[in-house]
């Protein structure tokens, strides 16, 4: 798979905020629309995430990283695939573009031989009692819940005007048609660290960063360092991967499976990964080290039993459903199965 530079579009909300007139909103709805349809991919500058939020959040993920193992350990990911919150050692998820209803230990046993080479900690809604989550004692990293509990909640204001403005590009007649289903209780947060690895075990394939996949929910907001690596799939041509450099203080924002699915394939859902950083990025020593990447991803989902069927704009003669209603955890279950070890199960399964 080669992979070349190219520009994501570039949308900016500061046509969407309070002042906006109804043509600057329209405007900004169908740029976001456009690229959402085309690449799957945006950037998304004056947000309502401000940056020294943002380099906060980014040195508590250092903090919390840089702990030694037994500590991080004190809030382990729970076992199975139910629950998606607290800490995730190297090596206990395989990310792959696999749903999860086939039913091939082979399958499974393939994906996992090529270790994913990161660890994360995952956070939702306090009020969420499906999905609770895993802290670590106070006295480990003091601060560090507080913090976390309120970026986790000045996160969610983003996507509420992003939903807002893809309804409005989409041609639905209520701009706040996402909202009732979204109230912010199903997200989730991700702290994301990749450490130094050696370029050739990349090269070689006998590990990865991040496998090739897409992502299950509504959308996904990405906010990265300064590294690079992260790479989208290029809609113009299969199996050729395009380089998404950081840009400062942007999101990062693309297309779910779900939110795909919900528009009849009006919207695109793009394969990404994460790979090796450019090779400004990378050290000159023998192993030629990678620098270690930080990111902080926000998964926006619907609530649990949220029926996601064809939306009315999205289907005509021309364009027929493709979809039959599913149930947001019904399928997040799905694709749940195959992302981390079932400890009822021999094979490990993956996604």
């Not at 990349?202 to 509504?218: C, F, N, P, V, Y």
């Not at 064809?310 to 039959?324: G, I, N, R």
Request: proline content about 7%; some cysteine.
């Amino acid at each position: 798979m080669t992979a070349e530079t190219s520009s994501v579009p570039i949308v900016d909300f500061a046509g969407w905020d309070a002042k906006a007139t109804p043509e600057q909103r329209r405007n900004t709805a169908k740029q976001l629309t456009e690229a959402c349809r085309n690449v799957g991919f945006v950037y998304i500058i004056n947000h309502n995430v401000g940056s020294e939020k943002l380099a906060q959040a980014f040195d508590w993920s250092k903090k919390l990283f840089d702990l030694p193992m037994e500590q991080k350990m004190l809030a382990p990911h729970p076992s199975g695939f139910t629950v998606h919150r607290g800490y995730s050692q190297p090596g206990l998820e395989k990310v792959s573009n696999a749903m999860g209803d086939e039913d091939d230990a082979e399958l499974t046993k393939k994906l996992r031989q090529i270790s994913d080479v990161k660890e994360s900690y995952e956070i939702g809604s306090e009020s969420n009692s499906d999905q609770p989550n895993q802290w670590l004692p106070e006295d480990v990293l003091p601060g560090f819940r507080r913090f976390m509990k309120d970026f986790y909640w000045q996160c969610h204001q983003t996507p509420e005007t992003v939903l807002s403005a893809m309804a409005l590009g989409i041609g639905l007649s209520d701009q706040n048609h996402f909202r009732p289903t979204h109230p912010g209780h199903n997200n989730q947060l991700r702290l994301l660290h990749y450490p130094p690895v050696p370029a050739a075990d990349i090269e070689k394939q006998l590990s990865t960063r991040m496998s090739a996949h897409s992502d299950w929910g509504s959308i996904t907001m990405l906010f990265q360092d300064d590294c690079g690596g992260l790479q989208i799939e290029n809609p113009h041509k299969s199996g050729e991967f395009i380089d998404v450099p950081p840009l400062k203080d942007a999101i990062v924002m693309n297309v779910g499976d779900l939110m795909m699915r919900w528009s009849n394939d009006f919207l695109k859902s793009t394969v990404h990964r994460v790979t090796l950083p450019p090779k400004q990025d990378r050290f000159t020593g023998d192993e030629r080290m990678t620098r270690a990447r930080y990111s902080i991803p926000y998964f926006v989902s619907p609530e649990g039993q949220s029926v996601v069927e064809c939306l009315p704009s999205c289907a005509d003669e021309k364009h027929p459903v493709k979809y039959k209603p599913i149930v947001w955890d019904d399928y997040r279950l799905m694709r749940a199965s195959v992302q981390y070890e079932d400890p009822t199960k021999e094979t490990a399964v993956s996604a």
